[in-house]
């Protein structure tokens, strides 16, 4: 009797379930890899302010004092009658006199009185008219040059940078919303300080009275007493010198100055942040001599070269959660 042949085991790897496994495997494996990949550029990324820097070069630096400032005549005076009634007012306001004309004519007494300019100038206010009884102290002609210059208060710390000649940039919203440009230069500084009332004389401000030239404004802007401006005074500039800006300079203990300059973000960075106290420990810092502080930037003079790049925001980032 023949022996029926027994059937040839299947092999394992042609088992259905075996490449289940193989599959589960890879996808724990790749779970794994991209899991550990997707980590590791989790902790990168919470370093990329790291990355940011401000660059090292040079510049134009200049400081500036910006203010707001009003139109005035350059000089003003109060034609004033003394007593008796107004009978001939021969000027309104924006009226252009020659010297010795009559602006204003009282009776005292049966007698007339003229009041003449006493410049060739121009008419800022009238406070009077024709029968009114003369009032001392307030009926009169308020008067002044022709040329009118811009006028503010500076105040103690911004006087000590002031000086006739200095560059003004001038823009005004009222004429053409500030997109216009005008240059003039500072005319006078007062050294005594002054006091001057505002909002009606509910208030007053203090300061030191500047001056400012108005010759290049607009005809028709230049006349308007009172009218405001913006201003942007240069006090002090310098012409390309190595600089940085100004909030990237930090300050040790002794008060010298010291930059962190822009790291390489890789994994020794990393391995050796996770196991510091905050950031600034395992950052590279530059010790260095400032000058010349502008408005936004400020000259150094030793410890960087042009093109270096350095941070500008150094939080104390702890270990914690990296």
């Not at 060739?120 to 022709?146: K, M, Q, S």
């Amino acid at each position: 009797m023949t022996d029926i042949p027994k059937p040839s085991k299947m092999s394992f790897y042609r088992k259905w379930w075996f490449w289940m496994l193989m599959i589960l495997v890879v996808i724990i494996v790749l779970a794994v890899v991209f899991g550990m990949r997707a980590s590791k550029q989790s902790q990168r990324d919470s370093f990329d302010y790291l990355k940011d820097g401000v660059s090292v070069e040079r510049r134009d630096l200049q400081r500036t004092i910006t203010t707001t400032g009003v139109l005035s005549p350059e000089q003003m005076t109060t034609i004033s009658p003394v007593a008796g009634k107004i009978t001939e007012l021969n000027v309104k306001a924006g009226d252009e006199l020659n010297k010795d004309d009559v602006a204003m004519v009282t009776e005292v007494s049966g007698r007339r009185l003229e009041l003449k300019a006493p410049f060739d100038g121009r008419v800022i206010a009238v406070n009077g008219f024709v029968g009114e009884d003369v009032t001392p102290g307030i009926t009169g002609i308020e008067y002044g040059y022709r040329s009118s210059v811009i006028s503010f208060l500076a105040s103690d710390s911004e006087v000590l940078e002031l000086e006739p000649g200095q560059t003004v940039s001038v823009s005004i919203p009222a004429y053409d919303n500030s997109k216009e440009i005008f240059t003039e230069t500072v005319k006078s500084v007062s050294v005594k300080k002054q006091i001057v009332a505002s909002g009606g004389g509910q208030s007053a401000e203090t300061g030191y009275l500047v001056t400012v030239t108005a010759e290049n404004l607009p005809e028709a802007f230049r006349n308007l007493v009172g009218a405001g401006v913006d201003l942007e005074i240069i006090t002090a500039k310098k012409e390309n010198v190595l600089s940085v800006l100004s909030g990237a300079i930090q300050y040790d203990d002794n008060d010298d100055p010291f930059v962190y300059m822009v790291p390489e973000v890789n994994d020794d960075f990393i391995t050796s942040a996770k196991s510091a106290a905050d950031v600034a420990d395992v950052l590279g810092d530059a010790v260095i001599s400032i000058d010349f502080e502008a408005d936004e930037y400020t000259e150094v003079t030793s410890g960087l070269r042009d093109g270096d790049e350095v941070l500008l925001y150094v939080p104390l980032q702890t270990s914690i959660g990296l």
